[in-house]
């Protein structure tokens, strides 16, 4: 009886009572193990030469990572883990505009520790892939292991189309599947839907520019990236 006392008195102490303190954690963990999964499967990709991983499972563990994202916070803060998504809700009057500010940060954060959470995960292997060089470009680059870089041919111009057109159907999508006068997914199932949706615009839009779809999930991980070593070239 002791220890269940004690345990319950600590349980009291640790719970959060603060509804947007609450959301903001909930917001935190699903951004974090989004990005978590996906950079993870980016790394084991690159780093082990296509041995241990390929384009398709990266795209495969990115589409599972939002599955697993909305698993862990869907019911706290909505698991929006991308600023275009919140906007998307912010116009359509679903969600607090002076909430925004707060979520794209606590998104933007996650997105960094998780990277910094791949990079610890991957060091010696990042560090042996290079020979011991962190580089944005060349046959041993590992930049692209934590921000989507476009391809060689990709203009400015057709770049920003790319993401125009892939971020709008991916919430396009998912405004879709949530609205109940349409067919919504068996109850439960929204986030394996959703997990195929984006797996299907990674299959079709992924080849341009990486299918980022999500401000935080690039940005976060290109300033850890910047701070780790591979400097002021990963914002070129």
């Known amino acids: 009886m002791g220890t269940a006392s004690l345990l319950t008195r600590v349980q009291r102490l640790l719970r959060i009572r603060n ?15 989004l990005i978590a999964i996906t950079l993870g499967s980016a790394a084991q990709k690159i780093t082990f030469y296509n041995t241990k991983g390929t384009i398709e499972t990266s795209y495969l563990g990115g589409a599972l990572a939002v599955m697993t ?9 909505g698991a929006h883990m991308n600023p275009a998504f919140s906007i998307a809700m912010c116009l359509l009057g679903q969600f607090p505009w002076w909430k925004f500010p707060i979520f794209m940060a606590v998104q933007t954060l996650a997105s960094f520790i998780a990277a910094a959470a791949v990079y610890a995960l991957y060091y010696d292997a990042i560090w042996y892939y290079s020979n011991g060089t962190l580089t944005v470009s060349g046959p ?15 203009s400015l111009t ?14 396009v999508g998912v405004l879709g599947l949530m609205d109940p006068r349409n ?4 109850k439960g199932l929204e986030p394996v839907v959703v997990a195929l949706l984006v797996l299907g615009i990674e299959c079709s839009m992924g ?30």
């Not at 994202?69 to 803060?77: D, E, L, Q």
């Not at 299918?211 to 290109?222: E, F, S, T």
Request: proline residues 9%.
């Open 69 to 77: 994202g909305i698993h862990v916070a869907g019911g706290v803060s």
């Open 140 to 154: 041993r680059e590992t930049a692209s292991i934590f921000s989507t870089y476009p391809a060689d041919y990709v």
């Open 207 to 236: 080849a341009n520019c990486g299918c980022p779809l999500n401000p935080a999930r690039d940005i976060g991980p290109r300033l850890f990236t910047y701070a780790a070593g591979w400097g002021p070239e990963v914002f070129r």
């Open 183 to 186: 067919k919504p997914p068996p």
């Open 19 to 33: 509804q947007l303190a609450r959301e903001c954690l909930g917001e935190l963990l699903a951004t974090f193990v």
């Open 158 to 171: 057709n770049g920003f189309v790319d993401q125009v057109i892939g971020t709008g159907v991916l919430i």
